[in-house]
């Protein structure tokens, strides 16, 4: 009985830093109609902010309390909402999402630039020097005490805060309609700004309050966010409650399982994912009403050309073997993943372009799909590689099963905790036996890859993975393309748009999100594959939540509707930040952050790089002479290569010269051409007939206020 009770204080200390960091949350949502993916990392800059003003350098605690939690939170909260939120206000509820990943992406790679995460940083609980609690054969430390009251202080504040001041209903109104809440004298950005500070300031107290208890890790210290959302979700988002009684469900189970669960080699990793199974259980149990602030600003994904595509499969390929032939067998290894990413960033278009659906586990796919290939395919069998497609399409379509229901911010957290599950439990687990088959996955270590074997070929060189893997990247997105021109691909489209008119209108969701979410982890599962085949060895932390979450974010950048979205995602992902480290040492912590850093620059490219990068060098690809001129160009730079008449960095950079000076000649030989073929339209016209160009809007500013 004394360890049951024992165990049961632990849980509730424990559940009381979860109940603060889950109603910041629910405060965020609420108010805001922003779901914070980023919450956790507040917490974090808090806490490593607090361990180097009392530890690092001394300073008395209660100063170091107050400038955290007075001072340094409040301006964080200030900052995200003014730079971070406020631009992408207007945009749709998955951009908004996609914001708070990246600044959750960008803050860990910060934090662990600011702080070396080799240099254990211990941190002393309050009060540490004073006896324990003693309560009947119970013991409750002071620190442990603090953290119970300081939560009931926060869930009394919260409720009279939102329910008995004029600040709490005209936060609570500024969510469900911004333009009338501003009729009745209310002012929606100070209700934003007042929410994101408080937001942030009970993710600092969660964070400060659970760091002595913690590894101080930026990663570990982000996840604990998992048992907050699960806390949340069981308060549906908006009851405080709720919220402290899902917080109390995570923290005692967690606390009981660490006491009782049985000790072998298979369930260590059970308590470690157990938040994220209370998560995806509550995700699918507890009913969940509209998503507040949801809004259905889609755009439209554009139909690829057969020419169009079949010149972009050409042109991947011939980047890949000019690539092969001029790395190095170590910058093969470096460079080897442009294409294997590109087809797990690939996999999004589908998924999250063509019907919406939201998933941030599809590096997880990939890495059930590096598993199948490393332990079916090690001397190189054909077959083995449609085998690690079809079981990763498998258990895409068990995902999709249980997620049906979920949309939105529900079903990224739901993948998100399948994640999690996978991370810190399925792919840890030692070899077993099931029905008498052996099945191993990374076997608490690392799986050993080998090239395919194609047409009685062996590819065990660097160079002919990079080749065989642009192959398999070009012919993805053939067929990737295909399906956005076939029937099936305007289904999706209509899924996207409207599930419930999709639904009404014949077409069966059960069926349509299997296949989706089949198809997309199928894609994913085949770049897993080669990816290992690149690295010839792997681990399970390359197929993380957290390595993940940056090829998702540089996919949404690159436009989640553009064909060519994989491979500028592997190309902006491995290529530009390799070049900067390699030429750079010390700027390898920037690179870090920039997934982060692009992610927040959606806001000013909402229709994705992709699409205007193709705008502007459509010029060239439609010109009879820049063109030839072009290929030519590059030929001839190539073949001056392969003698050895230029390096390497001579060639790419004479090579990019000679596009920008042609996309510039071509542009200015077809502007020239439009305005001499192009008759005089009157204004009135502009838009009907012919298309509305970004200058027309400055003209009738101009036209508007010349007659005022």
Known sequence: MEQFLTFGIVGLSTAAIYAIIGSGLVLTYTTTGVFNFAHGAAGMLAAFAYWQLTVGWGWPVPVALVLCLLVLAPGFGLLVERFVLRPVQGLGEAERLVMTVALLSGLIAAARWIWDPNVPRPLPTFFADRASIHIGPATITWHQAVTMAVAVAVAAGLRILLYRTRTGAEMRATVDDRAL????????????????????????????????????DASQLSLLIVSAYTAAVFGRLRSLPLTFLGAVVVGCTESYLTGYLPQNAYLPGLRLAAPALLLFAALLVFPHRRLRGRDRRLRQVPVPTLRGTAVFAAATIAFGVVLASMLSDSDLITYGPIFSFGVVALSYVPLAGYAGQISLCQLSMAGIGAIVWGHLGGHGQWWALFAAIGISAVAGALIALPALRLSGVYLALGTAAFAVVLDRWIFTL????????RIALFDQGSVEMAGPRLFGLRLDSGSDVMVFAAVCLALASLGVAALRRGRFGRRLIALRDSEAAYATLGGNLLVAKVLVFALAAGIAGLGGALYGMQQQSVTAEQFSLLAGLPIFLVAVVGGLGAVGGGLFTGTALIGPMNVLTAVAPWSQNLVAVMP?????????????????????????????????????GLALAYSLWLGDAINGWTFFGGSLVLALALRGWATTRQAAATAIAEPEIPVEWWGVRRAWRPEDEEVMDRGIAAHQ
């Open 181 to 216: 809440a501003g009729l009745t004298g209310a002012d929606p950005v100070r209700a934003n700004r007042t929410a994101w500070i408080l937001g942030t300031q009970l993710a600092a107290v969660g964070g400060i309050l659970i760091a002595p208890t913690v590894t101080l």
């Open 430 to 437: 030692p070899a077993f036996h099931l029905f008498g088959v």
């Open 596 to 632: 982060g850093l692009a992610g927040l620059g959606l806001g000013h490219y909402p229709d994705g790089v992709v699409s205007g990068l193709r705008s502007r060098w459509e010029p060239v690809a439609r010109d009879r002479i820049a063109l030839p001129a072009l290929l030519c």
